[in-house]
């Protein structure tokens, strides 16, 4: 094996496919990704059950570029669902698999990345990782405090994808991220906006289904007594209250839709076609930006003022109206720097390779 020519392979497993790639060093050389279909995926009664019907899926990728098992020098998997950790690089273990193949923390597809990687590595002899899973928590005292104890802040966030374009920024701007002090806008299905100081994640929203700004499917945090009087008094049971924060609410539950470029090409319309009792899609589109807005300017005091840049990105990074909009409501307090869309694969291979060079060391999970 040679400087800059380690052979990883990435593996990525999302609910209905499967997304695979094979770098050589930092370079990546081919990606695919597979769709399962409902019937596939039915006939497992077990998330893990899926384990072998995906890696025939990865092996036949790798046969198809003509690489061979035997010659990978690392694969490394999307993390899981596992107990709170530090952000970085974690070798794949008996303690980790044991605590995904369990579902102790939660049953989520990315549980099969780790146990792919493992199965995989035993055959090629080759270490196994992860990178920065769902469950990053590395929030100060403060930021665990939500106003009552039995309910205390989670941190649950794109940390891959935040920490990987915090890394990049840093280096833009001539800094080490260990020594930076950022707010990184991830804006996608959901949105989480974190105050990365000196290499952590200090504070950051739960944007799976908690608090910060509403997104294109997600409400966000919303008005404590309401929702109170609405879990009581309405009928609803929690699943639908859950439904209605989780996939049904946001944008799509103003508009009817999820997606962004169609909520703005709606801006643009004769207000003659918006019926008398619906909400403007400008006022719509004014709110989510001013709520994204509000959430990274808060992390300004978070970080005492000393912001070196702000970091928009995420799928919904890729709209110049929502971008120049963002910049005009909080440019005022960084350099703002756009990084659209998400760099999932490249953030899983660079951990990888720092792992495997010796640039970072790689953590233990002890479950």
């Known amino acids: 094996m040679h400087p800059d020519s380690e052979r990883i392979l990435v593996i990525n497993p999302g609910s209905t496919s499967t997304k695979v790639a094979i770098f050589t060093g930092l370079k990546k050389q081919a990606e695919t990704t597979a769709s399962h279909s409902t019937e596939d995926l039915h006939s497992f009664e077990h998330l893990l059950d899926q384990l072998f019907f995906r890696e025939a899926v990865i092996r036949r990728f790798l046969k198809e570029q003509g690489w061979k098992v035997e010659d990978l020098d690392g694969v490394v998997g999307r993390g ?146 309401q929702i109170v009087s609405l879990c009581f008094r ?13 996939g049904a609410g946001g944008v799509v539950a103003y508009c009817g839709t999820n997606d962004i470029r169609e909520l703005i090409s709606r801006i643009d319309k004769s207000a003659a076609n918006i019926p008398a009792d619906a909400i403007p899609p400008s006022v719509v589109f004014e709110a989510l930006c001013r709520q994204i807005s509000q959430a990274i300017c808060a992390h300004g005091a978070t970080l005492e003022g000393r912001v070196d840049a702000v970091i928009l990105t995420g799928g919904m990074a890729h ?49």
């Not at 309405?234 to 989780?246: P, Q, Y």
Request: aromatic residues 4%; glycine residues 12%; hydrophobic residues 35%.
């Open 80 to 225: 899981g669902m596992l107990h709170p950790l530090e952000g970085g690089v974690y070798e794949v273990g008996s303690d980790m698999l044991a605590d995904l193949r369990s579902g102790r923390y939660g049953d989520h597809a990315s549980n099969l990345g780790a146990p792919l990687a493992r199965e995989i590595a035993d055959r090629a002899g080759c270490p196994a990782y992860i990178v920065d899973p769902i469950a990053v928590d590395e929030l100060d005292e403060p930021a665990r405090l939500s106003g009552h104890p039995e309910l205390p802040r989670r941190s649950i966030f794109h940390a891959l994808n935040q920490r990987s374009v915090a890394r990049m920024v840093a280096v833009k701007i001539g800094k080490a991220y260990e020594k930076s002090r950022l707010i990184v806008a991830h804006m996608g299905g959901g949105i989480t906006i974190g105050a990365h100081k000196d290499g952590r994640v200090i504070d950051v929203n739960n944007g799976l289904d908690g608090d910060g700004p509403f997104s294109p499917e997600r409400t966000g945090s919303l008005p404590t007594g």
């Open 319 to 367: 709209s110049t109206l929502l971008v120049e909009k963002l910049k005009s409501m909080c440019g005022w307090m960084a350099p703002v720097e756009v990084v659209p869309g998400e760099r999932e694969m490249e953030a899983l291979a660079e951990g990888c390779v720092r792992a495997i060079r010796g640039d970072e060391q790689a953590r233990e999970y002890i479950g």
């Open 234 to 246: 309405s009928g609803k049971s929690e699943g639908d209250v859950r439904r209605m924060i989780k």
